[in-house]
T-cell receptor, first 116, second 113 residues
């Protein structure tokens, strides 16, 4: 069964360092998403990506964040200079269609980021 | 803006007990509603969905009915099993192309034998 894969599963970094989280969406999907979940809090939307550009982003997704699809398979989230409050589980997701009722959103297992 | 409110957990039940996890939403227009489940060590998986008022989503013995009059989408199961232990997330989407899902906080369910 096709699945969304994420690496690394856990990353520990020092405050101020750059972090890149990687995702391989399902191959025929067209819409890509990053979400995060701070421990004990809700799953929060960060950004959506379609046709090689950001289609929607939340207030959380400030200038410290960027996304890229560098090749035909990977979808990356970069945090330029990590802060303590960036510690969270980051989920990548993909969907074949942009319309919620038409296509299920498939999630990866998440990448846990710990900023010290 | 759009938002989802779920009952606080954890919910602890014995096997074969009846489960209800409450979810209410605030949204403009006519959103689609979802329940996602996260088993330990895994990503979120779609459990069920409903795309218009009075629709009932169902899967694996779980059900939820889209109630526009009460803006609710409560998750129910008549007889839970130990394998249902997981975190359950209620979510909505506003049905526009590319619009992201808005999630609730999640409710942890623990079922003991």
């Amino acid at each position: 069964e096709p699945e969304v894969t994420q690496t690394p599963s856990h990353q520990v970094t020092q405050m101020g360092q750059e972090v890149i989280l990687r995702c391989v969406p399902i191959s025929n999907h067209l819409y890509f998403y990053w979400y995060r979940q701070i421990l004990g809090q809700k799953v929060e939307f960060l950004v959506s990506f379609y046709n090689n550009e950001i289609s929607e982003k939340s207030e959380i997704f400030d200038d410290q964040f960027s996304v890229e699809r560098p090749d035909g398979s990977n979808f990356t989230l970069k945090i330029r200079s990590t802060k303590l409050e960036d510690s969270a589980m980051y989920f990548c997701a993909s969907r074949i269609s942009g319309r919620a009722e038409a296509g299920e959103l498939f999630f990866g297992e998440g990448s846990r980021l710990t900023v010290l | 803006g759009n938002s989802v409110t779920q009952m606080e957990g954890p919910v602890t039940l014995s096997e074969e007990a009846f489960l209800t996890i409450n979810c209410t939403y605030t949204a403009t227009g006519y959103p689609s509603l979802f329940w996602y489940v996260q088993y330990p060590g895994e990503g979120l998986q779609l459990l069920l969905k409903a795309t218009k008022a009075d629709d009932k989503g169902s899967n694996k013995g779980f059900e939820a009915t889209y109630r526009k009059e009460t803006t609710s989408f409560h998750l129910e199961k008549g007889s839970v099993q130990v394998s249902d232990s997981a975190v359950y997330f209620c979510a909505l989407s506003s049905n526009q192309a590319g619009t992201a899902l808005i999630f609730g906080k999640g409710t942890t369910l623990s079922v003991s034998s």
